[in-house]
């Protein structure tokens, strides 16, 4: 599935001209220029006489509001390194892209080819700083031109911490991040490198942003308008101790045939993932690429909020859901989101993770893997909760809540569920499914798998779904329906690939017949931001009881 967006985005990398990018106070800013067309001897980074190649800007003397511009056009090969930078939220330190020949059409923003570098753009605790309207790529060659401490993978752009302190306001906007891989093309990797739980090997990132240092924090962060396409691991990856990178934004991105996961966030404390387009996560296009993924998965991670992206075509023998959610998290939402062809499935919930969420999504042909089929070791799945904590004893999860969404499988896939036992507290209710074919109970099957449950999981509330066949939820899983109702909703366009074509046409059995969404018995907090919407995954106002299923009718 693509979307015409996505052309329209790469040709239209439209900036504004170099006078409105300079602070206007300028006093206060100073900028610098670097164009590789220019003499070795110019070297004085003005504008009549810029820098000549990027080693030049690690030196520099940045300061709130000044500039660093790239010229259109230009490709410089190395690597951009800025250390200890501090700008400030309302002055950032910004590195752009600037027109020597405005009357050049289209506008093309300058490059970075890190190539046998470790980074096209490598920020190391910096603040204040805004990274826009560049194309970084860096398509093999190992590790001949990195440091000895850097040799362990290649990024397109990472920001790390170093030392203690804080990191904060880092806006990267408006990037083309493209080609970016450790080998060389052509390398095959081990078969069995696909099945351990990250990969153990070397690979090209997109943007990373890292903190593994004691006393250090990187907080408000600002991941807006870029595509990132064709890196053989993950497109976007936050990595931090528990609450070390807080207050994170990712919008309006455009991710896609990454090798890995879309967008992967651990530790992470608050977070807004809005309005993004992730196609292609787990690609197996190129034999360099680690081969699984979800379109987003989160672990350790808390107080996160994930709506209106797409999730489509995630591919893998293992996860590859649409978004999930892994191990150690609590307070995680996702609501109006479009799932669609992904191999693991669409609700994925992890062991020890507390109160979070799937409610008013739209799910369409998800979980069609199948176990031992072109290597597959897990079955794809429409619902899954999972006891799975690693190594360790499965537990949970708890007060996993599930409302409103509107699931269609096509008759040629097999739905399927699995429950764990060790799952406590969960409440599933006004649900739309919608499945053609055959329904079943598989068993939970990460690298531990979860054992099948005699007694009943505790603290349900499971009622008031649609159906369209009494044999759509499997009487053999541990959870069931106390009150189902079963009839066709009458979609627009069954099979369709897009939210308006689940809009039911069958009115009678949609409109006001979901119930309040209630606390499940024990849970003292349900969800932060409140059990109930104003609104549905189309922005249709929710006016009296619930309607059935993710869209609202309101005509």
Wanted: charged share 20%; proline share 4%.
């Amino acid at each position: 599935m693509r979307l015409t967006a996505i052309a329209s985005l790469l040709l239209c990398f439209v900036f504004a001209p170099v006078a409105s990018q300079q602070h206007k106070d300028k006093k206060l800013s100073r900028s610098y220029y670097v164009d590789t067309g220019t003499s070795q001897h110019a070297n004085k980074g003005t504008i009549a006489a810029p820098f000549s190649d990027l080693s030049y800007i690690a030196s520099l003397p940045l300061n709130p509001g000044d500039t660093v511009f790239l010229a259109s056009g230009a490709t410089f090969y190395g690597s951009l390194e800025l250390t200890d930078v501090h700008g400030t939220k309302e002055h950032p330190v910004v590195v752009t892209t600037y027109y020597p020949n405005k009357n050049t059409m289209p506008h093309k923003p300058a490059v970075i080819d890190a190539k046998a570098y470790f980074c096209g753009v490598l920020l190391t605790d910096c603040s204040g700083i805004e990274v826009k309207d560049i194309h970084i790529r860096a398509d093999g060659g190992g590790m001949a031109r990195a440091k000895d401490q850097d040799k362990n993978m290649r990024c397109g752009v990472l920001v790390r911490t170093g030392k203690p302190g804080i990191c904060s306001d880092i806006v990267l906007s408006g990037l083309l991040i493209s080609d970016v891989f450790y080998e060389e093309p052509g390398f095959v990797r081990d078969p069995k490198e696909v099945k351990t739980a990250n990969g153990t090997q070397r690979y090209g990132w997109g943007i990373r942003f890292i903190n593994n240092t004691a006393g250090a924090w990187i907080r408000d962060v600002l991941v807006e308008n870029c595509i990132i396409r064709n890196v053989s691991h993950t497109g976007l990856k936050f990595t931090t101790q528990r609450k070390g990178i807080t207050n994170v934004t990712v919008s309006n991105n455009q991710i896609m045939d990454t090798g890995g996961p879309g967008i992967q966030l651990s530790g992470v404390y608050q977070g807004n993932i809005c309005d993004n387009i992730v196609d292609g996560s787990g690609s197996n296009r190129d034999s360099r690429n680690w081969s699984r993924g979800s379109g987003l998965w989160t672990w350790n991670t808390s107080d996160l909020l994930i709506e209106r992206n797409q999730f489509l075509n995630a591919n893998g023998p293992g996860d590859s859901a649409g978004a999930h959610i892994d191990y150690h998290c609590n307070n995680i939402i996702l609501q109006y989101n479009l799932s669609v062809n992904n191999a693991g499935g669409f609700c994925e919930i992890l062991g020890n993770n507390y109160n979070c969420a799937y409610r008013y999504n739209v799910s369409i042909n998800d979980g069609y893997r199948i176990k031992g089929k072109d290597g597959a070791f897990q079955e794809g799945k429409i619902f899954w909760l999972s006891g799975y904590i690693g190594k360790h004893k499965p537990t949970g999860p708890f007060n996993s809540y599930f409302y409103n969404n509107t699931i269609y499988v096509n008759k040629n896939i097999e739905a399927k569920f699995a429950v764990a036992k060790t799952s406590e507290g969960v409440c599933v209710v006004n649900n739309i499914f919608v499945i053609e074919g055959n329904s079943s109970e598989v068993q939970g099957d990460q690298y531990v798998p979860d054992q099948k449950g005699d007694l009943p999981v505790k603290r349900v509330i499971f009622e008031n779904n649609l159906y369209l066949k009494n044999d759509n939820w499997p009487e053999s899983v541990l959870i069931q329906d106390n009150s189902p109702v079963y009839g066709n909703p009458e979609f627009v366009r069954t099979g369709g690939l897009n939210i308006r074509d689940y809009i039911p046409q069958n009115i009678a059995l949609i409109r006001d017949k979901g119930i309040e969404i209630p606390k499940i018995p024990g849970d003292t907090i349900g969800l932060t931001l409140g059990l109930n919407v104003e609104k549905d995954i189309l922005g249709n106002k929710i006016t009296g009881k619930p309607d059935m299923g993710a869209i609202e009718i309101n005509y």
